[in-house]
């Protein structure tokens, strides 16, 4: 049975709060919403509950977990030797959605880190995530609340889409402000490595620390590539059903759209994510059409930010619509279209073997 908890995002309900601090101190495992996505948790220290947290996810045990703190000074208890950068970029912006890595303390457990030496910190700022994390006291681990490789929730209903029934609870406080994931910053290397972009964009973090940050958009296919930076897998955050992309125009989306038609289930339509500003053109292209597709309306072209709120949400509702393709135009590199650049690349990767030798707990 999984408990369902409602509250509202800006005004916790202390006695929720503290009924799912229990749950966890307990060694459950409870769903919470943060800034950027919903996240699994389960106390740092409890081995029985971090184990969990892979088997429920079918998460492969060379995936890392991010830890999550209450407040950036609590890092001291768990890493060592933080760079000046730490705190440079806590400053300005922790609490929020980018996760630092920096050189684990012993006390830190193997299973959390993959094994690793680092580890991955990260202060969230979503009221019900800071009250819950007040409440443990300890640091709470957690990967988004999907199964494995599926798009990210972003609501407690994708929550539960996902993992109904097997984990103890879930923090219900609506839709997720951010959307996607945080961005991940390896700060224990000189210049720093972004390993995901995300809420937080590249060219602040620059401006910040007045260096480049190193990034290259290849995930990594192969097994050995995949353990230097884990979690680069191919494919992810993926629909069950192929994803698509084209430029981003409203002619190349009408384009690929049309092929999609033609190579798709002849029964079935395709859906689009569709920029609100392209609607009417879009629509008008399928006006005769025997099987218009189906529109996802995905905001404004070019206000990324805006476009990464609805993201996943997009991919999992066109997915329920019985679509037999997703289509998608693909966002510039700039501020948050880095991150949704990222995430649509590798939804659309075909299916391919996972890394093998150390896959599935
Ligand atoms: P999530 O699936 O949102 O929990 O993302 C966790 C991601 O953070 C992993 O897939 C890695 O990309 C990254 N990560 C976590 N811990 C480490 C670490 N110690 N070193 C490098 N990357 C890490
Ligand atoms: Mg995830």
Redesign the pocket.
């Known amino acids: 049975m999984t408990q369902v908890w409602q509250t509202s995002p800006d005004k916790p309900d202390e006695t929720i709060i503290s009924a799912a601090a229990d749950v966890l101190k307990g060694g459950g495992l409870v769903a919470f919403p943060t800034e950027t996505v919903y996240g699994l948790g389960a106390i740092l220290t409890h081995q029985g509950a971090i184990e969990r947290i892979f088997r429920v996810k079918n998460r492969p045990p060379s995936?890392?977990?991010?830890v999550h703190l209450a407040d950036p000074d609590q890092a001291r208890d768990w890493a060592q030797d933080l760079p000046k950068s730490y705190f440079v970029l806590s400053q300005q912006f922790l609490p929020g959605p980018l996760?630092l890595?920096v050189k684990k303390r012993e006390r830190v457990p193997d299973i959390v880190?993959?094994g690793?030496d680092?580890?991955?910190l990260r202060v969230p700022s979503h009221p019900v995530a800071r009250a819950l994390l007040r409440e443990t006291a300890v640091p709470v681990a957690?990967?988004?609340a999907n199964l494995f490789g599926r798009p990210s929730p972003t609501t407690a209903d994708h929550v539960l889409a996902d993992l109904r029934g097997k984990i103890e609870g879930l923090i219900d406080a609506g839709p997720t402000p951010c959307g996607v994931?945080?961005t991940?910053l390896?700060i224990t290397q000189s210049p720093p490595v972004l390993?995901?972009p995300g809420g937080v964009p590249k060219e602040r973090l620059e401006e910040v620390l007045g260096v480049p940050i190193l990034f290259s958009f290849t995930p990594s296919p192969d097994e050995a590539a995949a353990k230097r930076?884990?979690?680069?897998f191919l494919r992810h955050y993926a629909p069950s059903i192929p994803v698509l992309l084209s430029d981003g125009t409203a002619d190349a989306l009408i384009q690929i759209a049309l092929a999609a038609q033609v190579s798709g289930e002849a029964d079935k339509p395709v859906g689009l994510l569709v920029p609100d500003d392209w609607a009417a053109t879009i629509k008008e292209a399928f006006r005769s059409s025997r099987r218009p597709p189906i529109l996802y309306h995905w905001g404004q072209w070019g206000d990324w930010e805006e476009m990464a709120k609805r993201l996943f949400q997009g991919l999992r509702w066109l997915e329920r619509q019985g679509v037999s393709a997703i289509v998608a135009p693909l966002p510039n590199e700039d501020g948050m279209g880095l991150a949704l650049r990222d995430r649509l690349l590798r939804a659309s990767a075909r299916p391919s073997s996972p890394p093998s030798a150390d896959w599935g707990p």
């Open positions: 995936d890392p977990l991010i996760t890595v880190t993959a690793r680092t580890v991955a957690a990967p988004s994931e945080s991940v390896d390993l995901r930076a884990p979690g680069r």
